[in-house]
């Protein structure tokens, strides 16, 4: 069956090579036409695309495993984000700074993101060939848990200390939270300069490391199943995988590496907003992803990386474009949200377009 | 014996009826039952309840071509609500007033949702069994486009435009003048507290039994027909790409006139980022009133739409009075999308 | 269930990990170290000294004035230089030991200086901060959880 969908790939026409990669060209194209209107030197992006790889290429990469047992995108990241960003909260509370607060924030956050993934993978083990949609409703879902605990629980049932975290009225938590604690503290533990742009050399590393894992991961037993599983759901539990355990397992460990990956993006950040910064994660480190040519079925480290440089690129230009085409910068915010939500948009019709006609494909092999 | 028989009967009772949307009911019944202790006038609960009712009930409606048509939720009717901002936006550009105004509104959003329905259609015509998810991003995607034009489009009437660089529409506009409250207060009742806007109520309820008179056409069974057995439909000679678009466009346009009634009702028009969440409360209200992800009624639509906000309109004001503590916002959130899990999760829809 | 060896293993890398945290909090703790050359009970205040802490920059200190140091984790060191009252310069170098769980502590100079020998806990004490007032500006009490708020945040 492998070997079958291989030779197929040999055969691809040039149309449809340039189909499937239709979403990194015109990417490539924007960034082409709008680096010189926005007029930013060269060392000022590449210090601004350094920073963006460190900070978000955990979070993409934590979409890999779920993509890799045939799950989709994983909306569902942003239950990790949240179990990240309480974390967070509470190592502030405490008064704990650097690279130690960092470690004991991903270890609370690790059951509880377990915990929310273990939930998730429940749900969508009960919503097998729509994951994508019930992630992302479970995202929502779970948003309104979030705010209960952090507006309501917060400084009333969970002990908050700190005058500087709670509101005036007592309980809940402010809007920010200020992060100087651990502020860079990962980017900055190995200082690297290189062409006028600092390197945050820590995060590559780590980042590294968990590209490592990733791949040694694809090759234990439990990564050969979920790619079974991937493949084909009744030929894997015929082959004796327990499918539904196998599906749970990557939602969990998709939801604890976004949480870890949380972590590393606000401590580049450096302000947590208590209530957004968690919103959107999942949609936009998706979009990254797809933009670096992965489809809903399909997605590898480089992918993740071309992804991030690219999208990124287009974050940084798009309002300077914006006010030097329009006069608007408003209108470069609007069109990367557009083109965030345009991308995603795309890459599923593709990938939905042909699936359907595999199957057709398939059906007619069959009938032959 | 007897008791078994009861305990069987109510079981299969509360099964039809559906175990979140009793929960949810008990919860508005106990919420009308401990109002005047917090101090919350019932009449007034009612009337604000029966207003949010018409301001959303045709939006509502908008869910039920498609999922007829086995085209499943509606998530994509941010694309509708454009189309009926552009219609909006259009009639006061125009200076239009008074009823008339709401009419071309309509008029005018007509072209758009039949195009953009069109298009939309056909995309999903090409993605069947993924219709959800695309639905939700072309929304989303339209919504953050329209943003941009909402921005460049040549608009110059004062009231609508930014007044210090001429163009560009403002964030919120009024539609007083216009068509604000034509429906609400035509033939209202009004008794001290107690108000009920008859003309938005009439206004959905003509819709609705135009809703219910189609779907007894031909054209509207034959849409059923490729809803729930699309081999059977395509056996019998009906297209079902046609009966999908068809589905489509009527979802789109209920959509624009939905949302064309709830600022009839609201007062203003919210572009930009203002569409943007408003499919998932459409969708999770149908949900309650005990719709699925490939069966919806009227009946649905007015039931559905009454519980949601009933709980949307009682929450806040009852908790505030009881506790000094507004987490109605968290229950909204919690409810709606939990509403839209429990659909999507219920096994008899999972073969689909 | 059977107990087997992979169980056990489990729960010693959930201690592991627990110990970690723990650990994590001993040493990434923040605490405030108040400097104080205040009149302490009978013991006048330097004229002038200067304090070190953990071999950084030195703090000077005048008589009746009071300066913070910030510190992570637990055990420090502070050098306290001063000159006597023949002009000849004293430097008393210690080790303190910041109990767990406290914010803010203070170091009693003159008592330090007087009683070099003394025990930590006869001049390092608990401090309690006077309510800091941070004024909320109304940005901040406002809480915001609209949805589309984060879409126009920057990634």
Not at chain 1, 38 to 57: A, K, Q
Not at chain 2, 289 to 297: L, Q, W
Not at chain 3, 32 to 38: A, F, Q, S, Y
Request: hydrophobic share 50%; glycine share 10%; charged share 15%.
């Amino acid at each position: 069956m492998t070997r079958k969908l291989e030779m197929n790939n040999l055969k691809i026409s040039p149309k449809e090579l340039l189909i499937n990669n239709l979403v990194p060209i015109m990417f490539i194209c924007i960034c082409v036409v709008g680096i010189p209107i926005s007029g930013y030197s060269g060392s000022y992006l590449l210090n601004e695309i350094l920073s963006r790889l460190g900070r978000n290429s955990f979070l993409v990469l934590s979409l890999l495993i779920p993509v890799m047992a045939g799950m989709g995108m994983n909306f569902g990241m942003t239950l990790g984000a949240m179990a990240g960003q309480i974390g967070l909260i509470l190592v502030t509370d405490w008064n704990i700074v650097g690279i130690p607060a960092m470690v004991l924030a991903a270890i609370i956050s690790t059951p509880i993101s377990i915990l929310l993934g273990w939930l998730c993978g429940t749900i969508l083990n009960r919503a097998k060939g729509r994951e994508m949609v019930t992630s992302y409703i479970i995202g929502f879902f779970m948003n309104g848990v979030y705010q209960l605990v952090v507006l309501y629980f917060m400084g009333s049932i969970i002990p908050i200390a700190s005058s500087a975290l709670v509101l005036p009225r007592g309980y809940g938590i402010r809007n920010t939270v200020n992060l100087e604690g651990i502020r860079k503290s990962l980017d900055n533990l190995i200082p690297f300069n290189i062409f006028g742009a600092s390197v945050p050399v820590a995060t590559f590393i780590l980042v590294a490391v968990f590209c490592v894992v990733i791949l040694w991961f694809r090759r234990t037993k439990l990564g050969q199943d979920m790619r079974a599983v991937g493949q084909d759901m009744e030929v894997a539990r015929q082959a004796g995988i327990k499918v539904e355990r196998t599906r749970l397992l990557s939602i969990i460990l998709s939801t604890v590496f976004a949480g870890f990956g949380m972590i590393i993006y606000l401590q580049n950040i450096g302000t947590l907003n208590t209530y957004n910064s968690h919103s959107q994660i999942g949609m936009f480190s998706i979009a990254a992803l797809l933009v670096g040519g992965a489809s809903v079925d399909k997605a590898n480290i480089r992918n993740v990386f071309i992804g991030i440089i690219l999208f990124h690129l287009m974050f940084t230009i798009a309002p300077t474009v914006g006010r030097n085409l329009i006069g608007e910068a408003q209108l470069g915010e609007y069109f990367r949200v557009f083109v965030s939500y345009g991308v995603i948009t795309f890459s599923l019709v593709l990938y939905e377009i042909r699936k359907k006609r595999e199957a057709k494909k398939a059906l007619e092999e069959a009938e032959a | 014996m007897d008791a078994t028989v009861l305990k069987e009967k109510s079981l299969h009772a509360v099964k039809s009826f559906g175990l979140p949307r009793l929960i949810i009911t008990l919860f508005l019944l106990l919420l009308f039952i401990i109002a005047p202790f917090a101090n919350v006038n019932i009449a007034s609960g009612i009337s604000d309840m029966l207003t949010r009712f018409g301001m959303n009930a045709v939006l509502v409606l908008a869910m039920v071509p498609m999922v007829h048509s086995g085209c499943g939720l509606n998530f994509g009717l941010p694309l509708g609500i454009i189309s009926g901002l552009l219609g909006a936006t259009l009639t006061l550009e125009f200076g239009y007033t008074g009823f008339s105004s709401l009419m071309m509104a309509i008029l005018f959003a007509t072209p758009f949702a039949i195009i953009l329905g069109a298009g939309y259609g056909a995309l999903l015509n090409r993605v069947k069994g993924g219709e959800m998810m695309i639905a939700t991003y072309v929304g989303f995607s339209s919504v953050a486009f329209m943003c941009i034009m909402w921005l460049l489009l040549p608009y110059d009437n004062p009231s609508m435009v930014w007044g210090y660089a001429g163009t560009g529409l403002r964030t919120t506009i009024s539609v007083e003048g216009a068509y604000l409250g034509v429906l609400d207060n035509f033939l209202r009742i009004q008794i001290g507290h107690f108000a009920v806007p008859t003309g938005t109520i009439l206004f959905f309820a003509f819709l609705a039994l135009l809703m219910w008179l189609f779907l007894r056409t031909k054209t509207g069974t034959a849409m059923t027909a490729v809803g729930s057995n699309p081999i059977f439909a395509t056996a019998s000679g009906v297209s079902v790409d046609r009966m999908r678009t068809l589905s489509v466009i009527l979802s789109t346009w209920l959509g624009a006139v939905g949302i064309i009634i709830y600022e009839q009702s609201f007062g203003f028009i919210q572009l930009y980022m203002g569409p943007f969440n408003m499919a998932m409360p459409a969708v999770s209200a149908i949900l309650l009133g005990g719709a699925s992800v490939n069966k919806a009624s009227i009946a649905n639509v007015v039931i559905g739409t009454l519980l949601f906000q009933g709980i949307l309109t009682m929450t806040p004001s009852v908790m505030n009075g009881l506790i000094q503590m507004d987490v109605s916002e968290v229950i909204r959130i919690i409810v709606s999308n939990g509403m839209i899990l429990y659909a999507l999760t219920r096994k008899q829809e999972a073969t689909r | 269930m059977k107990i087997g060896r992979s169980f056990y293993i489990r729960i010693a890398a959930i201690i592991l990990v627990i110990l970690l945290g723990v650990w994590m909090f001993f040493i990434g703790k923040q605490h405030t170290i108040l400097l104080d050359n205040n009149r302490y009970e009978e013991i006048r205040a330097l004229d002038e000294v200067a304090v070190s802490v953990d071999g950084g920059e030195d703090i000077d200190l005048y008589s009746r004035m009071r300066d913070q140091a910030i510190v992570t984790g637990q055990g420090h060191t502070i050098s306290v230089t001063y000159t006597d009252s023949s002009w000849e310069e004293h430097t008393i170098v210690r080790d303190i030991d910041i109990p767990l769980g406290e914010n803010m502590m203070i170091i009693y100079l003159p008592y330090l200086v007087e009683n070099p020998d003394s025990p930590q806990e006869e001049w390092l004490q608990h401090f309690e901060s006077q309510a800091v007032t941070v004024s909320p500006s109304s940005s901040d009490s406002a809480v915001v959880t609209d949805d589309s708020a984060g879409l126009m945040m920057d990634f």
